[in-house]
């Protein structure tokens, strides 16, 4: 059973930087792109960052370009999102996602109808 657990979050001012984590456990990591979501109060959940199977190609949302670094480490199971310069708009709840699709790329995971495991999510809030 594929498990996402994430870490990381909390309350920054604006400018600001976090750095998030996935942990996964319940398959072979290395072998599924990842990615992360977010859902701010009253809004639909969007897509945030990807990276593929092998970590060689990365996928950003508009809002996440120039700002956001997803990263991950095989080694550790575990996928990393670097955010910087944060913006009040920025406040959500932050989620870590995957699926099924075996060496796939980053873009099959950019639209929540692509997901099949979601973790739990950790909150993020920026101050202004």
């Known amino acids: 059973q594929v498990q996402l657990v994430e870490s990381g979050g909390g309350l920054v001012q604006a400018g600001g930087s976090l750095r998030l984590s996935c942990a996964a456990s319940?398959?072979?990591?290395?072998?599924?792109?990842m990615g992360w979501f977010r859902q701010a109060p009253g809004k639909e959940r969007e897509f945030v960052a990807a990276?593929?199977?092998?970590?060689?190609?990365?996928y950003y949302a508009d809002s996440a370009k120039g700002r956001f670094t997803i990263s991950r480490d095989n080694a550790k199971n575990t996928v990393y999102l670097q955010m910087n310069s944060l913006k009040p708009e920025d406040t959500a709840v932050y989620y870590c996602?995957?699926?099924?699709?075996?060496?796939?790329?980053?873009?099959?995971?950019?639209?929540?109808?692509?997901?099949?495991?979601w973790g739990k999510g950790t909150l993020v809030t920026v101050s202004s």
């Open positions: 996602a995957t699926n099924q699709r075996k060496y796939y790329s980053a873009t099959s995971l950019r639209l929540p109808t692509g997901v099949d495991y």
């Open positions: 319940g398959r072979s990591f290395s072998n599924y792109a």
């Open positions: 990276i593929s199977w092998s970590g060689g190609s990365t």
